[in-house]
Protein backbone atom coordinates (compact mmCIF):
# COMPACT_ATOMS: atom_id res chain seq x y z
CA UNK A 1 0.00 0.00 0.00
CA UNK A 2 1.30 3.47 -0.70
CA UNK A 3 1.79 5.86 2.19
CA UNK A 4 1.51 9.21 0.49
CA UNK A 5 4.39 11.31 2.17
CA UNK A 6 2.29 13.91 5.09
CA UNK A 7 -0.18 11.57 5.10
CA UNK A 8 -1.60 10.42 8.78
CA UNK A 9 -1.35 6.50 10.01
CA UNK A 10 -3.66 5.62 12.97
CA UNK A 11 -2.87 2.50 14.27
CA UNK A 12 -5.23 1.00 17.01
CA UNK A 13 -7.24 -1.12 18.66
CA UNK A 14 -9.88 -1.14 21.52
CA UNK A 15 -7.10 0.26 24.33
CA UNK A 16 -4.89 1.83 22.39
CA UNK A 17 -4.38 4.45 19.61
CA UNK A 18 -0.92 5.50 17.52
CA UNK A 19 -1.00 8.45 15.17
CA UNK A 20 1.72 8.51 12.47
CA UNK A 21 3.12 10.68 10.34
CA UNK A 22 4.69 9.66 6.78
CA UNK A 23 7.85 12.17 6.63
CA UNK A 24 8.88 9.94 4.21
CA UNK A 25 8.10 9.35 0.70
CA UNK A 26 5.29 6.97 -0.78
CA UNK A 27 7.38 4.37 -1.95
CA UNK A 28 9.71 4.64 0.95
CA UNK A 29 7.48 5.64 4.58
CA UNK A 30 9.43 6.85 7.72
CA UNK A 31 6.55 7.24 10.22
CA UNK A 32 7.18 9.41 13.11
CA UNK A 33 4.83 9.45 16.16
CA UNK A 34 2.61 12.07 16.56
CA UNK A 35 0.20 11.17 19.33
CA UNK A 36 0.13 7.97 21.36
CA UNK A 37 -2.47 6.83 24.01
CA UNK A 38 -3.31 3.66 25.50
CA UNK A 39 -6.81 3.47 27.40
CA UNK A 40 -6.92 1.12 30.37
CA UNK A 41 -9.73 -1.59 30.13
CA UNK A 42 -9.79 -4.36 32.61
CA UNK A 43 -11.06 -7.72 32.02
CA UNK A 44 -14.83 -7.90 31.58
CA UNK A 45 -14.98 -10.05 34.73
CA UNK A 46 -13.68 -6.84 36.73
CA UNK A 47 -16.31 -4.49 35.52
CA UNK A 48 -19.28 -6.64 36.66
CA UNK A 49 -20.46 -6.28 39.75
CA UNK A 50 -23.26 -9.03 39.34
CA UNK A 51 -24.53 -12.18 37.99
CA UNK A 52 -26.57 -11.57 34.90
CA UNK A 53 -30.49 -10.83 35.84
CA UNK A 54 -33.12 -13.04 35.73
CA UNK A 55 -36.79 -12.95 34.93
CA UNK A 56 -39.08 -14.29 38.08
CA UNK A 57 -43.01 -15.14 37.76
CA UNK A 58 -45.64 -13.46 39.55
CA UNK A 59 -47.73 -16.18 39.53
CA UNK A 60 -49.07 -17.34 42.62
CA UNK A 61 -48.09 -20.62 44.37
CA UNK A 62 -49.88 -24.00 44.69
CA UNK A 63 -51.14 -22.96 48.22
CA UNK A 64 -52.72 -19.44 47.26
CA UNK A 65 -56.66 -19.20 47.80
CA UNK A 66 -57.78 -19.32 44.12
CA UNK A 67 -61.95 -18.31 45.06
CA UNK A 68 -62.73 -15.03 44.28
CA UNK A 69 -65.46 -12.80 45.53
CA UNK A 70 -69.41 -14.71 45.12
CA UNK A 71 -67.80 -18.17 46.02
CA UNK A 72 -66.75 -18.88 42.41
CA UNK A 73 -64.22 -21.35 41.61
CA UNK A 74 -62.98 -19.75 39.23
CA UNK A 75 -59.01 -17.78 39.20
CA UNK A 76 -58.73 -14.09 40.67
CA UNK A 77 -58.71 -11.36 38.18
CA UNK A 78 -60.79 -13.90 35.24
CA UNK A 79 -57.84 -13.59 32.67
CA UNK A 80 -55.60 -15.17 30.46
CA UNK A 81 -52.97 -17.70 32.81
CA UNK A 82 -49.26 -16.92 32.09
CA UNK A 83 -46.74 -19.38 32.15
CA UNK A 84 -43.69 -19.03 34.64
CA UNK A 85 -40.81 -16.48 32.98
CA UNK A 86 -37.96 -19.33 32.28
CA UNK A 87 -35.91 -16.41 30.32
CA UNK A 88 -32.88 -14.38 31.60
CA UNK A 89 -31.01 -11.83 30.11
CA UNK A 90 -27.42 -12.38 28.10
CA UNK A 91 -24.77 -10.74 30.32
CA UNK A 92 -23.21 -7.67 28.73
CA UNK A 93 -19.46 -7.99 27.60
CA UNK A 94 -18.58 -4.68 29.72
CA UNK A 95 -15.00 -5.10 27.98
CA UNK A 96 -16.05 -4.96 24.36
CA UNK A 97 -18.70 -2.22 25.13
CA UNK A 98 -15.11 -0.39 26.32
CA UNK A 99 -13.30 -1.22 23.52
CA UNK A 100 -16.49 -0.07 21.13
CA UNK A 101 -16.67 3.47 22.98
CA UNK A 102 -12.67 3.55 22.75
CA UNK A 103 -13.40 2.95 18.75
CA UNK A 104 -15.40 6.03 18.92
CA UNK A 105 -13.34 7.91 20.35
CA UNK A 106 -10.77 7.40 18.37
CA UNK A 107 -12.66 8.16 15.49
CA UNK A 108 -14.37 11.83 16.61
CA UNK A 109 -10.20 12.37 17.05
CA UNK A 110 -9.88 11.82 13.32
CA UNK A 111 -12.99 13.83 12.74
CA UNK A 112 -11.47 16.97 14.63
CA UNK A 113 -8.00 16.18 13.38
CA UNK A 114 -9.65 16.45 9.53
CA UNK A 115 -11.86 19.35 10.46
CA UNK A 116 -9.08 21.34 11.39
CA UNK A 117 -7.19 20.07 8.25
CA UNK A 118 -4.40 18.39 10.07
CA UNK A 119 -3.84 15.96 7.39
CA UNK A 120 -4.96 15.10 3.74
CA UNK A 121 -4.63 11.45 3.36
CA UNK A 122 -5.04 9.47 6.29
CA UNK A 123 -4.25 5.29 6.52
CA UNK A 124 -5.91 3.50 9.34
CA UNK A 125 -4.77 -0.32 10.49
CA UNK A 126 -6.95 -1.82 13.06
CA UNK A 127 -8.14 -5.51 13.75
CA UNK A 128 -11.21 -6.12 12.02
CA UNK A 129 -13.34 -5.50 15.00
CA UNK A 130 -12.03 -2.34 15.73
CA UNK A 131 -11.94 -1.46 12.42
CA UNK A 132 -15.63 -2.27 11.68
CA UNK A 133 -16.69 0.23 14.77
CA UNK A 134 -14.44 2.81 13.73
CA UNK A 135 -16.21 2.49 10.43
CA UNK A 136 -19.36 3.04 12.19
CA UNK A 137 -18.21 6.91 13.32
CA UNK A 138 -16.49 8.02 10.23
CA UNK A 139 -17.54 11.80 9.73
CA UNK A 140 -17.38 12.36 6.18
CA UNK A 141 -14.66 14.58 5.82
CA UNK A 142 -12.53 11.55 7.67
CA UNK A 143 -13.77 9.40 4.96
CA UNK A 144 -12.94 11.55 1.97
CA UNK A 145 -9.48 11.84 3.41
CA UNK A 146 -9.35 8.05 3.67
CA UNK A 147 -6.80 6.42 1.39
CA UNK A 148 -6.74 2.79 2.87
CA UNK A 149 -7.35 0.81 5.69
CA UNK A 150 -5.21 -2.30 6.49
CA UNK A 151 -6.79 -5.29 8.71
CA UNK A 152 -4.16 -6.25 11.21
CA UNK A 153 -3.18 -5.37 15.23
CA UNK A 154 -0.24 -4.04 15.01
CA UNK A 155 -0.55 -2.04 18.42
CA UNK A 156 1.99 -3.44 19.73
CA UNK A 157 4.63 -3.79 17.04
CA UNK A 158 7.63 -1.36 16.13
CA UNK A 159 7.35 1.45 13.82
CA UNK A 160 9.61 -0.59 11.63
CA UNK A 161 7.28 -3.54 11.48
CA UNK A 162 4.20 -1.24 10.58
CA UNK A 163 5.90 0.10 7.88
CA UNK A 164 7.00 -3.42 6.05
CA UNK A 165 3.32 -4.30 6.32
CA UNK A 166 2.27 -1.16 5.22
CA UNK A 167 4.55 -1.55 2.09
CA UNK A 168 3.64 -5.43 1.96
CA UNK A 169 -0.17 -4.54 1.94
Known sequence: MQVPHNSVV???????????RNEGDAEF?????????????????????DAAGGASSTQSGAGAPAVARGGSNHA??????????????????????????FAAEAAE???KRALSHSYDALIVVAPPKTLGELRKHYHKEVESRLKGELDKDLTGHPIDAIEKALAAA
Open 29 to 49: PNLVVEHAREHANPADRDQKT
Open 109 to 111: LLK
Open 10 to 20: LVADGRKLLFL
Open 76 to 101: AGGGAQFAPSRGSFEETDFHQLEEDR
